[in-house]
């Protein structure tokens, strides 16, 4: 092999024990999730809030963490999913009760669009930080008319924010994807974990709201 070849092809390795690592601590982070919401079950909303405020202090300590200590950004990935897990812990339950039917059937349709549009993102050889822009905003956009439907009833309002909310992470899906691909650093691998774990969790939470009968 030559000096060239041998260039060529570290790269690709690296991708690849790359990839590897970031599926296998999205897999651990889903399962600490499910922990989570098992060992939650019995909480009430009130501890939830206060898990989810834990849980986004374990994503800013991570962007502090990931190039100090490994160790410690892989802790706080853990720990993230965990809270997760205890916070969404009462929605998931209320919905076993009320429509358990949408359970698995938002998780269906999760593992074919996170497969589906993270795929896209990985094939892709363009440039793709102008949806990654263009998708924060919409976020912001669609945080705000959530806002507003709490307070004013618009006919099909639930459904619409839905529907758009995965038409935004289908991008952030992509893009992060993408972002798996071009990076080499295995010590990025638990702060894209957490972004796909995420793009994950709202793609699945957005399904149940549209898989929810009680709309009818």
Do not use: H, K
Request: proline share 3%.
């Amino acid at each position: 092999m030559t000096l060239t070849e041998y260039g060529r092809v570290r790269p690709v390795d690296r991708t690849r024990t790359l990839f590897g690592q970031v599926m296998w601590y999205v897999a651990a982070t889903a399962g600490l999730f499910a922990l989570g919401a098992y060992l939650g079950r019995n909480l009430g909303y009130g501890v939830a809030i206060v898990c989810y405020l834990l849980a986004f202090a374990c994503l800013i300590g991570m962007r502090f963490a990931v190039r100090s200590s490994a160790g410690l950004s892989v802790a706080l990935l853990f720990g993230f999913g965990l809270l997760m897990g205890l916070a969404v812990a009462p929605t998931l339950v209320y919905y076993a009760g009320a429509d358990p039917q949408a359970l698995w059937q938002a998780g269906a349709a999760t593992a074919l669009f996170v497969a589906g549009f993270g795929a896209a993102g990985y094939a892709t050889r363009r440039d793709l930080s102008w949806v990654g822009r263009a998708c924060f905003w919409a976020l912001l956009a669609l945080i705000a008319f959530g806002i507003v439907l709490i307070f004013v009833q618009i006919p099909g309002g639930p459904l619409i924010y839905s529907v758009l909310g995965l038409v935004i992470f289908a991008g952030f899906t992509m893009v992060d994807f993408r972002r798996l691909r071009r990076s080499t650093g295995l010590d990025t691998a638990p702060f894209i974990a957490a972004s796909i774990f995420l793009d994950v969790l709202n793609v699945f939470l957005f399904f149940l709201q549209i898989f929810d009968r009680r709309r009818d």
